[in-house]
């Protein structure tokens, strides 16, 4: 899989952005691909984040580089850290450190490190690794905690045996790396993910910590399985007792939004949510998600197996598909869709009908004559059901449907 040093060099060379970041690195503190990247390259992918670890001052060598790239460096101050963004690539930019936890699910305490100890703080062997990117280390392989072998085996191995405990989170990361490589957790790591599941390690952590890692998993092409590992684990009760999540309705979600174009991870977790939304209520604001994704997620769990139930029932004019769905987020029409709500309907609703407007406005009534007040509302909202309903057609038809409709509803 990894093949000799002069391979690696030669494929590190074509991950795109590295034929400006290289010769921007020459000359500057020994540097080296970290994490995920250096997975996804050996597996012959090209790199989703390039995340550079730096023996020394990881900002001013993004300034760095920033400078003879032409860019700027984004510094973290409080974490060491900084990004440089082009248009060729971001990257970004973390001195070698070793953490240390003084309590479980805390955010660890960081102080600098040699490379080694940087991987060995990290999460699982498959993202222990590194490779230069300096001088005549470009291209060679650092994988002191076996890496490679775990990859070659499908396995997704913790580095001590305190993992899950320092970092709970780790059991939803665990989940979803074996999820999108397809890999199994080996025999130990899934022990001692049980263990810190059943000692409720979860509950050390924030709410807003459980949301990133959740919401990662549920972004996965593969999410439905991770959901099923969750289940497996016991991860799910561990997160909330009613947590009743059936990865069938997950996967068939995710489906549906793509289908619809909407957010794939909310109506995944609407689908998580669907089987308690009223329990699950206060659960889903603990995890400090945007407004909006919030709102979404927990309408399209109470109203989606509404939608569906009322669309199976029977046919529905436009205009009462606009009444039935106007007013939902489009993850709620994913979720009905996994409920098997009718496709067509659906369908019809999103591409065809939800577009269509009026061409005239309260402004051509009032000019009209029409007095301010809500006859003007209501002539508008009854003229576009007309004209979803193909009753009504073109500007001046619309004109004199809502006038008639206005002078009616002031008697």
Wanted: hydrophobic share 45%; net charge negative; charged share 30%.
């Amino acid at each position: 899989m990894p093949g000799s040093t002069s391979e690696l060099r030669e494929r590190v060379r074509r991950v795109p952005g590295m034929e400006r970041l290289l010769p921007a690195l020459e000359g500057l503190q020994p540097a080296y691909l970290v994490g995920g990247g250096v997975r996804d390259l050996l597996r012959g992918a090209d790199p989703h984040d390039v995340d550079i670890a730096v023996e020394g001052d990881a900002r001013s060598e993004a300034r760095a580089v920033a400078d003879r790239l032409g860019s700027d460096a984004r510094e973290y101050e409080r974490f060491g850290t900084a990004t440089v963004e082009t248009p060729q690539g971001t990257y970004n930019f973390a001195g070698t450190r070793r953490e240390e936890y003084d309590a479980p699910g805390e955010l660890p305490r960081v102080s600098p490190a040699s490379l080694d100890e940087d991987l060995r703080r990290r999460d699982f062997s498959v993202n222990a690794m590194a490779i230069g990117l300096t001088g005549d280390d470009l291209g060679h392989l650092y994988d002191p905690y076996g890496g490679v072998a775990d990859m070659e085996s499908g396995v997704i191995r913790v580095l001590h045996e305190r993992s899950f405990v320092d970092d709970p989170t780790r059991l939803l990361r665990a989940v979803r790396y074996a999820a999108r490589l397809g890999f199994e957790l080996d025999p130990e790591t899934e022990r001692l993910a049980r263990e810190a599941v059943a000692a409720n390690a979860l509950a050390t952590v924030s709410g807003a910590r459980i949301r990133d890692e959740l919401m990662d998993l549920l972004r996965e092409s593969d999410a439905p399985t991770g959901v099923e590992k969750m289940r497996e684990l016991e991860i799910h009760s561990a997160l909330h007792p009613e947590l009743d999540p059936d990865p069938e309705l997950v996967a068939s979600a995710a489906l549906g939004a793509t289908a619809i174009g909407a957010d794939r991870a909310v109506a995944a977790l609407a689908a998580l949510v669907e089987s308690a939304p009223e329990e699950l209520d206060l659960w889903l604001a603990d995890l400090h998600l945007l407004a909006e994704e919030r709102d979404a997620a927990s309408r399209a769990a109470r109203l989606a197996p509404r939608i569906a139930m009322a669309l199976r029932e029977r046919e529905h004019t436009p205009s009462e598909l606009r009444e039935l769905l106007a007013r939902e987020p489009l993850e709620a029409l994913a979720l009905a869709l996994a409920l098997r709500a009718p496709s067509e309907a659906v369908l019809r609703w999103v591409t065809d009908l939800r577009g269509v407007a009026l061409e005239i406005s309260g402004d051509d009534l009032l000019a009209a004559g029409v007095p301010e007040g809500p006859a003007i509302g209501h002539a508008l909202e009854e003229t576009l059901r007309r004209k979803l309903d193909g009753l009504v057609t073109g500007r001046d038809a619309e004109l004199e449907m809502a006038l008639q409709l206005a002078g009616d509803h002031a008697q």
